[in-house]
């Protein structure tokens, strides 16, 4: 199984490479490949993608050398484009970068300071902090690792008092809430809000059951997913 994760792209020509055109300043951006290809190995419970590749977690996150705007995929012009282009140019938001090549951490912390200054939506704060949770993961700082996973958890329930959400991503949510909870510990909030799931979709009756006997066992590691369970509906689509 592949995950195409094509994040380009303009062509100049027919024929020629592709191009990335920072949709911020303009300029041609030549940290981020124009076609990337995983083969997948499997998913884990946050729905965390586990390749037989390079982790994709290491370029989730990509920027522009000349005006350093982070962003998940460049062939979108940001909606406050205006308010984009004048945080990148502060001198605040550029000493951040003390060098050209930051790690990837840092430059998940640089992303999360332009969606302070942006007042971005709280799910795109919630799957950020997210992410940031699998990177101190992968660093075995437990506890920073749940720190974030709580900051994730307050953003998704933001989320849902946002409203305007469909009856599947309110069910994404529950879902989110219940996994975090239970990497947290907090088995019974985990529990209270996987019961909030709308089981009436079938892949969310299997999500629910899958998480279910994690939360009855008291497990609170990540637990790889049989494929059949996050396999998408002729209904979510």
């Known amino acids: 199984m592949e995950l195409d994760l094509n994040r380009d792209m303009n062509e100049m020509e027919e024929g020629s490479e592709p191009v990335?055109?920072?949709?911020?300043?303009?300029?041609?951006?030549?940290?981020?490949?124009a076609e990337e290809l995983y083969t997948v190995d499997f998913v884990e419970s946050d729905f965390r993608v586990r390749t037989l590749d390079d982790d994709i977690l290491d370029t989730w996150l990509v920027f522009c050398h000349h005006c350093l705007y982070i962003t998940h995929d460049f062939r979108y012009i940001p909606d406050q484009i205006s308010s984009?282009?004048?945080?990148?140019s502060t001198a605040d938001y550029r000493s951040r970068f003390t060098d050209t090549n930051p790690t990837t951490l840092e430059l998940f912390e640089h992303y999360v300071y332009l969606l302070e200054n942006l007042k971005a939506p709280a799910m795109v704060f919630a799957d950020t902090y997210l992410r940031m949770s699998w990177l101190y993961d992968d660093d075995?700082?437990?506890?920073?690792?749940?720190?974030?996973?709580?900051?994730?958890?307050?953003?998704?329930?933001?989320?849902?008092?946002?409203?305007?959400?469909?009856?599947?991503?309110?069910s994404m949510i529950y879902y989110y809430i219940a996994e975090?909870?239970?990497?947290?510990?907090?088995?019974?909030r985990a529990r209270r809000s996987l019961l909030k799931m709308d089981t009436e979709?079938?892949?969310?009756?299997?999500l629910f059951d899958f998480q279910l006997l994690l939360i009855r066992d008291h497990n609170d590691?990540?637990?790889?997913?049989?494929r059949e369970v996050n396999q998408h509906d002729d209904q979510l689509s």
């Open 84 to 88: 984009v282009r004048e945080c990148v």
């Open 180 to 188: 975090l909870s239970r990497r947290n510990g907090d088995f019974d």
């Open 20 to 33: 990335v055109i920072c949709p911020v300043c303009g300029q041609a951006v030549n940290n981020h490949a």
């Open 201 to 206: 979709i079938p892949m969310f009756r299997r």
């Open 221 to 226: 590691g990540a637990a790889i997913m049989p």
């Open 140 to 170: 075995q700082n437990d506890g920073m690792a749940n720190r974030y996973r709580e900051k994730a958890i307050v953003h998704y329930a933001k989320a849902l008092l946002t409203g305007g959400l469909s009856e599947k991503d309110v």
